[in-house]
């Protein structure tokens, strides 16, 4: 199975990071975290995205708040899909690192979940491996029957004591 990349900018990102990992590992996937500034440390984020291929990665995860630059510096250095970690930062709650990461040229995609989304990134990385895994396929289908029959509970709870 391939593994999947996590990279933070900062060791801030940890929290958030955190949640994609034990995710990551709720599902049996490998995985690598680093802390490479895509402005503190361009090099050793760059030489990272070069070799990921050949490390046997199958996705990088990009986790990065104000400026947020990282995933795109990923993006540009490798040919793996690239999912975007927005993280809320003090000045603007996120918003700057939302619209950095989205807002990627043509011709360098970095798939972006929403502010402080470790699960959702997690997940999109599980599913991108899924394409070519048949066992963490129906992995993903089981959590999403899970999940579907909490929201099933929650909903008889909810219309057992309101509904008349």
């Not at 993280?87 to 970095?110: F, K, R, Y």
């Not at 959702?120 to 289908?141: P, R």
Request: with cysteine; hydrophobic share 50%.
């Amino acid at each position: 199975m391939k593994k999947v990349g996590i990279v933070m900018g900062s060791d801030s990102d940890l929290p958030i990071l955190e949640k994609t990992m034990d995710t990551l590992k709720n599902f049996g996937v490998p995985f690598e975290a680093h802390v490479f500034s895509a402005h503190r440390t361009p090099d050793k984020a760059i030489d990272f995205a070069k070799s990921a291929e050949e490390q046997g990665f199958g996705v990088l995860i990009a986790a990065a708040g104000m400026a947020a630059h990282l995933g795109g510096v990923l993006a540009a250095n490798t040919v793996l899909p690239v999912v975007g970690i927005p993280c809320q930062s003090n000045a603007l709650e996120g918003m700057d690192a939302l619209l950095s990461t989205v807002q990627m040229p043509s011709g360098v995609p970095v798939a972006t979940v929403a502010i402080n989304g470790g699960v959702n990134a997690a997940l999109l990385a599980v599913e991108i491996l899924a394409l070519s895994d048949g066992d963490l396929a129906q992995k993903l289908k089981q959590k999403k029957a899970a999940d579907a029959a909490s929201v099933l509970l929650k909903n008889a709870a909810v219309e057992k004591k309101y509904n008349m």
